[in-house]
């Protein structure tokens, strides 16, 4: 098969809407030459003047939040609703460090040991240049999660963005021209793969961040580390959604059912394992299946349409043939009712069980497929949410707060929640371990993975001789 290039693709429609012309090795060239004399005047720019025209960004999205998300829906097939939700959470990102990046990005004073032996602070610079690798399943969220921290550190960014969302990628170059960020400072690249390596390796770039898969997260840290680059991954996952015996059932089954199935499955922190104690096992699955039987698949630009395509009929073909694959091994896979329509990139929700001492337990099925768990107890809850090469996010429902965080200190994971799916905010930070990645995006933590932290210390103490 063809490697396919960047091309808007209607997964309702299965329609080729537009193609786009891959960057030769010239146009490499010119855009690291020009951000980097973008990123040599953006450095030294006060950091108060970067925080305001973060605060510009989000106030372009917002006026356009109607154009973006259906651009959104267009390219990747996402629910208009979800879609324009991820716009505003686009925009809340950018306006999290216009209001935070200068007190976040003040110099931390040390508690030495011997004041007279200096006054000892760390400092925060920029480097340079951060090569961004984004995927589909959230164009404009995942951008901004690299990029509004990035500019906002003082670094620069070029976008490797995903061959599905192409017309989503030029319109990030036109958000940051409107809303008057320096011209190259932050490029968006139609790069193919052969010429990733020669980014990584030159000089003008100081880090690289990832979100993507296992294999394209080996890659590219391989990469990284032969050129001694610092790199971010966001690998995915295979959240657990642990139902304790003590939980508001029905509650557990509405969230499940929507934690599974937003984005039509397509999303890292998707509560993908349910986990289950047995003495509420029976009526949690009546519940979940009733909840995923109502929704209705169909054109995700109708706000009635509760079940959106897949990004791609690659994707969903690729997902068909790991089902078959699990059953080979004896996973049993039963239908949850919804009834898809045979054109456009549909898949139809199924259930999976029969997974104890099953190599299929450890994969990760990204699309509409739940897996689910019988645990004997909340011990057996824990130990079955852990047997996993994972660790991205995760949550535990149940009606004692004190029980839930208890639980939640056992789970090996970057996140864990208490009676909601694993969640995404502005003002939360995101990032995992194991096969999930390294590294941590947002809030304070972002904003400082590819700075300098500079040891400044004042020394006023007479010489030895």
């Known amino acids: 098969m063809a490697t396919v290039g960047y091309a808007t693709v209607n997964p309702y429609t299965g329609e080729t809407l537009k193609t786009f012309r891959d960057a030769s090795g010239h146009d490499v060239q010119d855009m690291l030459a020009a951000g980097h004399q973008a990123w040599l005047g953006w450095r030294t720019t006060p950091v108060e003047q970067r925080a305001a025209l973060m605060g510009r960004v989000a106030q372009v999205l917002r006026a356009n939040a109607e154009r973006y998300a ?37 110099p931390e004073p040390l508690p030495t ?21 984004e995927p589909w399943n959230f164009p404009f969220y995942q951008v901004a999660r690299v990029v509004a921290p990035q500019l906002a550190a003082g670094n620069g960014v070029l976008l ?38 020669e980014v990584i390796h030159d000089s003008r770039i100081c880090g690289v961040a990832l979100t993507g898969g296992e294999r394209a997260g080996a890659a590219i840290g391989a990469m990284a580390g032969a050129a001694l680059k610092k790199c971010t991954m966001e690998l995915g996952g295979s959240d657990p959604f642990i139902v304790l015996d003590d939980a508001d059932v029905e509650k557990a089954a509405q969230w499940a059912a929507y934690g599974r199935h937003w984005n039509a499955g397509q999303v890292c922190v998707s509560a993908k394992r349910m986990i289950v104690v047995e003495s509420v096992y029976d009526r949690f699955l009546e519940l979940y299946k009733q909840n995923v039987s109502k929704f209705v698949a ?35 896979v039963e239908s949850l009712g919804v009834n898809v329509p045979e054109k456009g990139a549909f898949f139809a929700p199924l259930l999976m069980t029969g997974l104890e001492d099953n190599e299929v337990r450890h994969w ?20 079955i949410a852990n047997d996993s090469p994972y660790g991205l996010g995760g949550c535990v429902f149940t009606q004692d707060v004190q029980r839930g965080r ?60």
């Open 298 to 332: 169909g054109d995700p630009m109708n706000p009635a349409t509760t079940l959106a395509p897949m990004v791609s009929q690659r994707a969903a073909d690729h997902l068909k043939d790991q089902v078959d694959e699990a059953k080979l091994h004896g996973a049993k």
């Open 364 to 383: 990760e099925f990204f699309g509409p497929v739940t897996q689910l768990f019988k645990a004997k107890d909340e011990a057996d809850a824990v130990r």
């Open 406 to 465: 208890a639980v939640a200190a056992q789970v090996a994971t970057g996140m864990m929640f208490i009676n909601h799916p694993t969640m995404v905010r502005a003002d939360l930070p995101f990032g995992g371990i194991k096969n999930s990645g390294f590294g941590r995006e947002l809030i304070g933590l972002g904003l400082k993975e590819f700075v300098n932290h500079k040891l400044v210390d004042v020394v006023d103490i007479n010489a030895p001789f």
């Open 70 to 106: 259906a651009l959104i829906t267009l390219e990747m097939g996402k629910l208009i609703g979800e879609a324009k939700a991820e716009i505003a959470l686009s925009a809340d990102i950018f306006d999290y460090y216009a209001q935070n990046t200068a007190k976040l990005l003040a």
């Open 113 to 133: 040991k011997d004041a007279s032996t200096g006054k000892a602070e760390l400092h925060f610079e920029p480097l340079g240049i951060v090569f961004a690798v």
């Open 160 to 197: 490797k963005h995903a061959q599905y969302v192409p017309q989503c990628a030029e319109a990030w170059v036109g958000i940051m021209k409107e809303a008057g960020v320096p011209d190259a400072l932050f490029q968006n690249i139609f790069l193919r793969r052969h010429h990733v390596e």
